[in-house]
């Protein structure tokens, strides 16, 4: 199979709900929430593309780098790339509904774990996807992060002891689905927190917790106060709020405000491997991505989530080396061009 194979299958089992465009860019699918695109004029989704397709790279060809090494230690764990598929449900309410919650889940859970990476799961409006979920992690030893939405505490308590049983490495609420369209739609309230409540939430598992929806320092350093293990920036695709800044453009002051005292992951906009080497140079731990394993799961199954990973090592790979960057921890400001690069200044 091939990836323009991947891509062709993928737009009929989408029925319309994505246009599989060649640039995953939100343009096409602007304001389409339920659906894949981005919340009101799509300039959130739009700006996470268009924040990292402003940094450019400074290449360099005179090192001695060779066969440069991707791997990274989270969760205990050696992964073999910075990167994890980002948690999307709802393939009734957005996926065009020619697959179900398993048949989607599955193959991400699947192609992952055999590339050693992480899957992240999650769950929504309707009670029986995060069953599912819970259900393809156990299948596969719990190979899988759970996040869940920011219901009352009570809930998400026991919603979290269920990803315990099931084997879940890690948990985490990405609380900027606070703001939802689809879950306001079906009635099921969600609401912001407080750091007290995060706290109790932390406090709730001996997993360690995750918070994704970070996009200002300050929130950062709060969560740090909670005693959370990681945060994600992330302004939950482009979905929730119009008119927000691109990930890629809030990442570096977060990072700094915390300055390794918790993991900082970070989604919006990646694509490929120099998206991730982008990232990682602006202070980030690891990356989540998100709609590409949508359309590698319906356009190939697990075969197609492989091939994705395999597509993006590749280009992370080829980038280092151009880069000069032998491992990870090699790769900061210094691969991006610009006014505060060593080579530019």
């Known amino acids: 199979m091939t990836y ?19 640039v995953c860019d939100g343009i096409a699918c602007r304001g389409e929430v339920p659906g894949m695109g981005g919340k009101g004029t799509g300039n959130s989704f739009i700006e996470n593309v268009k924040a990292l397709d402003r940094l450019k790279i400074n290449m360099r060809t005179i090192h001695n780098v060779e066969n440069p090494d991707t791997s990274i230690e989270l969760f205990g764990r050696k992964l073999d790339l910075p990167v994890m598929a980002a948690p999307i449900t709802g393939t009734t309410l957005n996926m065009g509904g020619q697959v179900t919650e398993k048949e989607y889940i599955e193959p991400v859970v699947a192609g992952c774990k055999n590339k050693n990476t992480i899957a992240m799961v999650g769950d929504t409006a309707i009670p029986q996807f995060l069953l599912d979920n819970l259900e393809v992690l156990e299948q596969y030893d719990g190979n899988g992060i759970v996040f869940i939405k920011p219901w009352e505490n009570e809930n998400i308590i026991s919603k979290i002891k269920a990803a315990e049983k099931a084997g ?28 007290a409540e995060i706290k109790e939430l932390v406090e709730s598992t001996n997993l360690p917790f ?87 799961s319906l356009g190939g199954q697990t075969d197609g989530v492989e091939l994705y990973l395999e597509r993006v090592k590749a280009d992370l790979e080829g980038a280092m080396i151009l880069t000069g960057c032998q491992n990870l921890e090699s790769i900061d400001k210094h691969v991006l061009f610009g006014d505060d690069c060593c080579c530019c200044g």
Not at 284 to 289: G, S, V, Y
């Open 4 to 22: 323009d194979e991947v891509l062709k299958n993928a737009k009929i089992k989408f029925n319309g709900s994505c246009k599989v465009c060649r």
């Open 168 to 195: 879940a490495i890690a948990v985490g609420v990405d609380i900027d689905a606070c703001g939802l369209i689809t879950l306001n739609i079906h009635g099921t309230p969600v609401k912001a927190k407080s750091v």
């Open 210 to 296: 995750i918070l994704k929806g970070i996009m200002t320092p300050d929130e950062a350093l709060m969560a740090v106060e909670a005693g959370v293990y990681g945060i994600v920036v992330s302004n939950h695709g482009g979905r929730v709020q119009d008119y927000t800044p691109g990930t890629a453009d809030v990442l570096e002051g977060i990072a700094k405000a915390v300055d390794k005292r918790i993991k900082v992951f970070v989604d919006g906009g990646i694509r490929t491997g120099v998206d991730v080497l982008k990232m990682l140079a602006l202070g980030a731990d690891a990356c989540l991505i998100g709609r590409p394993f949508v359309t590698a």
